[in-house]
């Protein structure tokens, strides 16, 4: 009976000493400000965590919005390039267009520094405006034409044509380039002639073909004038028929007739 007592006693006390020590946590001001401490924490703790959340998910948004804009940046640099080089090709455009103008000017400048003239030439009017212009010749005479006749029984002053052969043969000693081509007829009839030319170092030819005929007659001086029409050089043709050519002074229009001559000296033959 006694022993339960004690036993009772002792249970009683403990129980005692548990709830002390249990009131004291619970309303121990100390206590109390950890479980606050704790929660406040906590609190702090979910809205760190939120935050983070929020950060990352900016984040995420912000990378995304930089791919976007890498791939923008790398449309319009290379929009860039096609338009440089677009531009490149259309500035070599515009280049070769001013330079085909200033050409085209040049052209028209050179036209307008270039009148022509023309002088009419009925019978002995070609004699005396040949001798005239030959005597004056300062680079080249160029002569094509279907007869040409040496006479060497009769002096400069009796033979009109000997008369200009010695003009001829006065400019090559100038230093004039002086050619000539004529047609077989010439070769043929008046061998003299060609004998003559070549004694006095005056390049001759004949005509490209032999079958075909050079009936041509024109002279070319100084590329700027030029002699055209129906006069042979031979006496008769300067001195007794009815003959007409006419007389062009033209840069241009020599040019043209120049190139006709040149065709027929490289393709000529040679005696």
């Given at each position: 009976?006694?022993?339960a007592?004690?036993t009772y006693?002792?249970?009683l006390?403990?129980g005692?000493?548990?709830g002390?020590?249990?009131?004291?946590l619970?309303y121990?001001?100390?206590?109390?400000d950890?479980?606050?401490e704790n929660r406040?924490?906590?609190n702090?703790?979910?809205?760190?965590?939120?935050?983070?959340?929020?950060?990352?998910?900016r984040?995420q948004?912000?990378?995304?919005q930089?791919?976007?804009l890498?791939?923008t940046?790398?449309n319009?640099t290379?929009?860039?390039e096609?338009?440089?080089?677009?531009?490149?090709?259309l500035?070599t455009?515009?280049d070769?267009?001013?330079?085909?103008?200033r050409k085209l000017q040049?052209?028209?400048?050179e036209?307008?520094?270039?009148?022509?003239t023309?002088?009419?030439?009925p019978d002995?009017e070609?004699?005396?405006?040949a001798?005239?212009i030959?005597?004056?010749?300062n680079?080249?005479?160029?002569?094509?034409?279907?007869?040409?006749?040496y006479?060497p029984e009769?002096s400069?002053?009796?033979?009109?044509?000997?008369?200009l052969?010695?003009?001829?043969?006065?400019?090559?000693?100038?230093?004039?380039?002086v050619k000539?081509i004529v047609?077989?007829?010439?070769?043929n009839q008046?061998?003299?002639?060609?004998?003559?030319l070549?004694?006095?170092?005056?390049p001759?030819?004949l005509?490209p073909?032999?079958?075909?005929?050079l009936?041509a007659?024109?002279?070319?001086?100084?590329?700027?004038?030029?002699?055209?029409?129906?006069?042979?050089?031979?006496?008769?043709?300067?001195?007794?028929n009815r003959?007409?050519?006419v007389?062009?002074?033209?840069v241009?229009?020599?040019?043209?007739v120049?190139?006709?001559?040149?065709?027929?000296?490289?393709?000529?033959?040679?005696v």
């Amino acid at each position: 009976m006694r022993g339960a007592l004690t036993t009772y006693i002792a249970v009683l006390l403990i129980g005692v000493v548990i709830g002390g020590v249990s009131v004291w946590l619970i309303y121990n001001p100390q206590i109390l400000d950890l479980k606050t401490e704790n929660r406040l924490l906590e609190n702090k703790l979910q809205e760190l965590n939120s935050t983070i959340t929020y950060t990352l998910e900016r984040l995420q948004e912000v990378e995304k919005q930089k791919k976007n804009l890498e791939s923008t940046i790398n449309n319009l640099t290379q929009i860039i390039e096609e338009k440089d080089s677009i531009i490149s090709k259309l500035k070599t455009l515009i280049d070769s267009l001013e330079e085909q103008v200033r050409k085209l000017q040049s052209q028209l400048e050179e036209k307008k520094e270039s009148p022509v003239t023309i002088e009419m030439l009925p019978d002995r009017e070609y004699y005396t405006w040949a001798r005239k212009i030959i005597s004056k010749a300062n680079t080249s005479i160029h002569l094509a034409v279907f007869l040409l006749k040496y006479d060497p029984e009769e002096s400069v002053y009796d033979d009109p044509v000997n008369m200009l052969l010695l003009e001829l043969v006065n400019a090559k000693r100038r230093g004039v380039d002086v050619k000539i081509i004529v047609d077989d007829a010439t070769y043929n009839q008046y061998r003299e002639t060609i004998d003559y030319l070549k004694s006095k170092k005056i390049p001759v030819r004949l005509d490209p073909s032999k079958t075909t005929l050079l009936h041509a007659k024109i002279l070319i001086v100084d590329g700027e004038w030029v002699f055209i029409g129906s006069h042979n050089w031979s006496e008769s043709a300067m001195s007794f028929n009815r003959e007409y050519s006419v007389l062009i002074r033209s840069v241009d229009y020599a040019a043209e007739v120049e190139r006709y001559f040149e065709d027929l000296w490289l393709n000529g033959r040679g005696v």
